[in-house]
């Protein structure tokens, strides 16, 4: 069963540092990785699909790699705001995505 | 529609009553999936819809849970006499096809039991 870690659990860091978020699964046989973001009280907003044949996306500020070899995905987020603050999930599979349980993130003005 | 969207937003029921949740995919999309996230937990995966059958049902957690999927669109989940551990926040997403094509999320339902 496909079993997907994030570290850290909680970061907080001030305005305008760069965040670093970290995502590993056991499975390499991963299809592909999606990260989310997630408000308090709120569902679940798409940020970066990487797909199969991919192995980096980019958004604006955001962007996200994946070593399908090593098992692991980043995400950087550069010059933090804050209103980056909220919690970021990381989940992959095949046939249905598997969750981390998020990197809650905090960013002081 | 332009987003997924799931009724009714928050719903209070009393243990051991039935309780009926809904999700109306984007249009388009063949493959649908139900979630669970039970406070300061991460999500739990209940059930997945390729069209109207379900491939994947390893998720549910016991026989009082059910879901069906019609016309290829809206999806219902049911949880018969439902109990206190129940509460949780319920969340559907859909996918054009297929995981490749990455999740779009409802908004979810809130769901306590009292």
């Known amino acids: 069963k496909q079993e997907v870690t994030q570290i850290p659990a909680a970061l907080s860091v001030p305005e305008g540092e760069n965040l670093v978020l970290n995502c590993s699964f056991t499975?390499?046989?991963?299809?592909?990785l999606q990260w989310f973001r997630q408000d308090p009280g709120k569902g679940l907003t798409s940020l970066l699909l990487i797909q199969s044949s991919q192995r980096e996306q980019t958004s604006g500020r955001l962007n996200a790699s994946l070593d399908k070899s090593s098992g692991r995905s980043t995400l950087y987020i550069a010059a933090s705001q804050p209103g980056d603050s909220a919690t970021y999930l990381c989940?992959?599979?095949?046939?249905?995505?598997?969750f981390g349980a998020g990197t809650q993130v905090v960013v002081t003005p | 529609g332009a987003g997924v969207s799931q009724s009714p937003s928050n719903k209070v029921t009393e243990k051991g009553k039935d309780v009926e949740l809904r999700c109306d995919p984007i249009s388009g999309h063949t493959a649908l999936y139900w979630y669970r996230q039970s406070l300061g937990q991460g999500l739990e995966f209940l059930i997945y819809f390729q069209g109207n059958s379900a491939p994947d049902k390893s998720g549910l957690p016991s026989d009082r849970f059910s879901a069906e999927r019609t016309g290829g669109s809206v999806s219902t989940l049911t949880i018969q006499r439902t109990q206190q551990e129940d509460s949780a926040v319920y969340l559907c997403?859909?996918?054009?096809?297929?995981?490749?094509?990455?999740?779009?999320f409802g908004s979810g339902t809130r769901l306590t039991v009292v």
């Open positions: 989940a992959g599979g095949w046939g249905k995505l598997q």
């Open positions: 499975d390499s046989a991963i299809y592909n």
């Open positions: 997403a859909s996918s054009f096809q297929g995981v490749n094509y990455g999740y779009t």
